[in-house]
């Protein structure tokens, strides 16, 4: 069982990116998956998350209406397209499986975990 998260970097402010999660050994969308990220000093927080089967959805309030959570069946992945970044977004982001089907808010509810990929926002 492996996730891996892809797709960070550096961006300026306002830009975008879009990080994919992708799974081998497992089928993602048998559990809610969720994306966390952290800065140094700071807990790991969840900032999205969409449900198993019935694909609801959770944004955080620092993300909501910036950032997307979607699922792509075909491929077995789980994105998060992230647009008007800010500098406060900058942290590594991690996607995760949680235990759970249903919406997850808790970060030590998340079972399986990606390595994470780092995302800078700075002009």
């Known amino acids: 069982v492996q996730l891996q998260a892809s797709g960070g970097g550096l961006v300026q402010p306002g830009g975008s990116l879009r990080l994919s999660c992708a799974a081998s050994g497992f089928t993602l969308n048998n559990y809610a998956i969720g994306w966390l990220r952290q800065v140094p000093g700071k807990e790991r927080e969840v900032i999205s998350c969409?449900?198993?089967?019935?694909?609801?959805?959770f944004y955080s309030d620092s993300v909501r209406d910036r950032f997307t959570i979607s699922r792509d069946l075909a491929k077995n992945t789980v994105l998060l397209q992230m647009n008007s970044l800010k500098p406060d977004d900058t942290a590594v982001y991690y996607c995760?499986?949680?235990?759970?089907?249903?919406?997850?808010?808790?970060?030590?509810?998340?079972?399986?975990w990606g390595q994470g990929t780092q995302v800078t926002v700075s002009s």
């Open positions: 969409i449900s198993s089967f019935d694909l609801v959805t």
């Open positions: 995760a499986a949680s235990t759970r089907t249903s919406v997850t808010t808790t970060p030590s509810l998340y079972k399986y």
